[in-house]
């Protein structure tokens, strides 16, 4: 039951524009390595500073992006918040 769980994750993924053209092999570990959060409104997902060592794709809602308290920019749902975090390991820089 587990393992079809997993796969219909792996396949829902692969759904995501992010991930059309990621072979399944892959998809698979990213599934197995990922962990699914939930937050409420006004949670703070990051904070300026934090080391930036993992992303967030969001499945559902908006996350609002702030500077020092100044709105910077918008995500929606399957959009892809800390993906500098891929390229190398560093702290999160606003603005």
């Known amino acids: 039951m587990e393992d079809d769980v997993s796969l219909l994750h792996t396949i829902h993924l692969a759904r995501l524009p992010l ?16 962990t699914l959060c939930f937050y409420n409104d006004g949670d703070a997902i990051f904070h ?16 609002r992006i702030l500077a020092d308290g100044i709105f910077l920019v918008s995500r929606t749902a399957y959009e892809v918040i800390g993906e500098q975090a891929l390229e190398t390991i560093h702290f999160r820089v606003l603005g």
């Open 48 to 63: 300026q500073g934090d080391e930036a060592n993992s992303l967030v794709l969001l499945l559902h809602g908006q996350v």
């Open 19 to 34: 991930f059309s053209n990621v072979p399944l092999e892959l998809l698979e570990v990213i599934q197995q390595e990922g």
